[in-house]
């Protein structure tokens, strides 16, 4: 079978995944995360289907907190959700970050990664918007160019769903969320094959339902707290084997490996650069070249 090619930017091939794997999209404009939401409510009214064979439900709020109320109270509705947001934004989000990731729902925000303003605004790549949020509780996991944005994203919502831990699939603002490649697809029916239903399902069970009532919200002792933080460890302990499984899933079907890190270079090196984003593949061809 031909391989489906397309040129398009990190943002739609975000939207593209993101719009597969959802019930519902909360979105909020900031650049340069904007024509994620912008692409997804486009498709959502020209009736694209997921890969449950439903339009996408995308609705704006009034700030990117309100949007991430929304996913926060969708999620516990046992509706999937996502969102798409960058730099000032998705600080407003850190308070339902927590709450998303305390309660175990499978949510994925995916983030076009800028500057946040400091002495000045700056609206250019970088890495101190994901940064901060490392300690929320969601897992990270970054994709370094066009073709890694839609392979990587599938991986974050199928380990979102199995894993029971919300994640941030984050690229490099502007120079991947614009940059333009040709690309290969991922066809919905092959992310629906991928996709664990009894998980999903199991998800949905345990959301709000007037039927059957459960206690949430609540306050608690320190000592009894606690026990509910240790209690949440297992899930996160397990996540590392689940992103693998799903790693290797996705290039089974796609022919692309990815691991949790790559290694590219002599095995005896004496000097090694770590890095994440946009200038792996330039460091790469480097490192090539050089050996």
């Known amino acids: ?21 959802s019930d519902v999209a909360a979105i909020y404009p900031i ?44 999620l516990a509705a046992g509706a999937l959700t996502t969102t798409f947001t960058a ?37 250019f790549g970088d890495h101190a918007d994901v940064m901060a949020v490392r300690q929320s509780g969601f897992a990270l996991l970054c994709s370094n160019s066009v073709q890694e944005v839609m392979d990587l994203a599938l991986v974050s919502h199928l380990s979102a769903i199995k894993g029971r831990v919300p994640f941030l ?8 969320s614009h940059e333009i490649q040709k690309i290969e697809m991922i066809e ?24 059957h009532p459960t ?3 609540t306050a608690q002792n320190p000592d009894i707290y606690f026990q509910g933080r240790e209690a949440a460890n297992t899930y996160y302990l397990s996540i590392p084997e689940t992103v693998k499984e799903y790693m290797k899933k996705v290039g089974d079907l796609t022919g692309r490996r990815y691991r949790l890190f790559d290694y590219v270079g002599d095995p005896e090196a004496e000097r ?13 061809e480097v490192v090539n070249r050089l050996k």
């Open 215 to 217: 206690v949430r919200g």
């Open 272 to 284: 090694v650069v770590v890095a994440m984003g946009s200038s792996c593949e330039t460091i790469e």
């Open 1 to 21: 079978m031909a391989k489906k090619m397309k040129t398009i930017d990190g943002n739609t091939a975000a939207a593209h995944v993101a719009y597969a794997m």
């Open 31 to 74: 650049t340069p995360s904007t024509p994620m939401g912008e692409t997804a409510d486009e498709w959502a009214a020209q009736g694209r289907m997921n890969i449950f064979g439903q339009r996408l439900n995308v609705k704006q709020l009034q700030s990117e907190a309100g949007a991430a109320g929304a996913v926060h109270g969708a």
């Open 87 to 123: 730099s000032q934004g998705l600080f407003l989000m850190i308070p339902n970050m927590y709450k998303i990731s305390g309660e175990l729902l499978p949510g994925v925000f995916h983030v076009s990664a800028r500057a946040i303003a400091g002495h000045a605004l700056s609206i």
């Open 188 to 211: 919905y029916e092959k992310m629906a094959s991928l996709a664990d239903f009894e998980a999903i399902d199991a998800f949905r069970k345990r959301g709000m339902n007037p039927e």
């Open 169 to 176: 699939h984050f690229f490099d603002g502007f120079r991947t």
